[in-house]
């Protein structure tokens, strides 16, 4: 069970709840404070003075008053005219985490929702209603407007949602999971969308999925370093005491671990004075990648941890103030730099693919393979991996650089957070699939490399991907082969291989 209170939520627990099904809760002490913004929104109305998002309308649209009679309807058409949004709908994890991160940030107290609304929130996780939300529209301030207004429609009933993989219209999936629709009340609706959740929602699925690619590319580095029985001594723990970047030294120490007991690395004098930059530099680019992760999710922690809606009430001094909290550009700047930082993992990997596949550069068999121009190889694997490179190259121009005014010119500035979290799922998994090359490629290549000299560690990952793929022969429909070493990689099935021999890698 995740049970939110609008604190001490964390990345991994979000994704852990999303993916293994864990029922959601709400904390009965923190509802009591959200019944006092509650109760504080319904002295406004009793007041009568004019409240941005209570009795107002919305954006440009401030100055307009709204009666009391009239609070009701305005909520439900601010759901109804900010659900317009376009795009392949998002994945029902991505949904599923944002319901979870919105339901937190409401249960801070400061947004003057009801507590019911809150409940029938998570109960949508928890019966398995997943509402449809397009994945295009959001321009990052104000929220995400656009992606949240989808997933309240479901709430009063409209829009669509998946229920035991059936797609239907909202109501009827909330009537087959045995729940009912809410009128919304004052403030509900604009607290419902004003928010960063659906930038953020992708987020913490990369952040996860992220840590696993960022230590399975230490594991690729270190087969490949066999593989070409690279020179370790720039893994020396000193040479790294003198420049003490964390990420660096974190990587360094890792492949200590992973290569220890090879007589590859180890073993014997080598040929050349210094490796190519693509072995000697890993833990320098490795590491940097490494430290903007952890940057990132400093960053994002806090926000899953935080109110993101305007206006923000204050009960127990009985204020409202109208700001900005909503603005993604912290969230937006960090993923940008998270797609910098993967890119440049898929770049220095496909260089050690070549590397590997080069008969120049690895005085192993033309593109690994024994009779080479009647077979090809791993040939167009590389080409492959360039092309990703180069794609990648592309998707990590920052998002958040741009911005385009919106609501008459009042919303003047926007961040464009939900196409930098995007662009980022997209980053991953090109990564994700340059790196199986690398580690099908170099598994082939060390069919040629006495593998009883192989470290314990990178012998137990040897064997995992040869379980499943067989050493290349002749040529072979590869397609499949590198579909099944991107799974045992994202999966995270290569990295307990290796952990299973030298302990979790850091």
């Known amino acids: 069970m995740l049970k939110l209170s609008g604190s001490n939520l964390t ?28 109760e504080l929104v319904l002295r406004l109305l009793d007041e009568g003075a004019p409240v941005y998002g209570i009795n107002t309308g919305f954006g ?44 937190n940030a409401l249960m801070k107290g400061h947004s003057g929702i009801r507590p019911e609304v809150i409940r029938l929130l998570v109960e949508l996780v ?78 913490v699925l990369a952040l996860y999925d992220g840590l696993i690619l960022l230590k399975t590319a230490d594991v690729a580095a270190s087969l490949t370093m066999e593989a070409l029985r690279a020179i370790p001594a720039p ?24 290569l220890e007991g090879s007589g590859l690395v180890y073993g014997g004098e080598h040929d050349r004075i210094q490796d190519a930059y693509s072995l000697r530099c890993v833990p320098q680019v490795h590491g940097a990648t490494r430290d903007a992760y952890s940057y990132v999710e ?35 700047l960090a993923l940008d730099f998270l797609g910098i930082a993967l890119s440049e993992l898929g770049n220095i990997s496909e260089r050690r693919i070549e590397r590997l596949v080069n008969p120049q550069l690895s005085g192993l068999p033309p ?10 190889g791993y040939m167009i694997a590389q080409y492959t991996a360039a092309s990703l490179v180069s794609e990648n190259k592309v998707l990590a121009h920052p998002a958040s650089v741009d ?76 397609a499949g082969e590198l579909k099944t070493v991107r799974d045992l990689a994202a999966s995270g099935r290569v990295l307990q291989a290796a952990a299973g021999a030298v302990g979790e890698l850091a």
Request: hydrophobic letters at 45%.
């Open 11 to 38: 990345s991994q627990a979000v994704v852990r709840a999303v993916r293994e099904g864990w029922t959601i809760s709400l904390d009965t002490a923190q509802l009591a404070k959200v019944s006092q913004a509650r």
């Open 60 to 103: 440009k649209l401030a100055e307009t008053s709204i009666s009391r009679e009239s609070v009701a309807e305005l909520q439900r058409n601010l759901i109804l005219s900010h659900s317009c949004g376009v795009g392949e709908p998002f994945s029902g994890e991505v949904v599923k985490a944002m319901i979870i991160l919105r339901a």
């Open 126 to 203: 928890n019966q398995n209603v997943i509402p449809v939300v397009p994945s295009q529209g959001s321009v990052g301030a104000s929220g995400d407007l656009v992606p949240l207004a989808h997933m309240s429609a479901v709430l009063i009933g409209e829009g669509e949602a998946y229920y035991r993989d059936q797609r239907l219209p909202g109501a009827k999936a909330l009537e087959r999971a045995g729940l009912s629709p809410v009128q919304l009340e004052a403030k509900e609706g604009l607290a419902l969308i004003n928010g960063t959740q659906a930038m953020t929602a992708q987020a």
């Open 235 to 258: 893994l020396d723990e000193k040479v790294h005491a003198l420049r003490p970047h964390g990420g660096q030294a974190l990587v360094a120490a890792n492949l200590r671990r992973l």
């Open 298 to 332: 400093g960053v994002i922690n806090t926000e899953i941890n935080s109110v993101t809606d305007n206006p923000i009430l204050f009960p127990e001094e009985g204020q409202v103030i109208s700001a900005g909290n909503f603005h993604g550009q912290p969230v937006a």
């Open 367 to 376: 593109f690994l393979t024994e009779r080479s121009g009647l077979n090809s």
């Open 403 to 478: 911005s385009i005014p919106t609501s008459a010119n009042q919303e003047d500035h926007v961040s464009m957070g939900s196409i930098a979290a995007r662009k980022l799922g997209s980053i991953l998994a090109n990564v994700q699939n340059i790196v199986a090359i690398e580690i099908l490629c170099a598994c082939q290549a060390l069919e040629f490399r006495d593998k009883g000299q192989l470290a314990p560690a990178t012998r137990a990952v040897y064997d995992l991907v040869r379980s499943a793929v067989p050493r290349l022969d002749g040529d072979r429909f590869l």
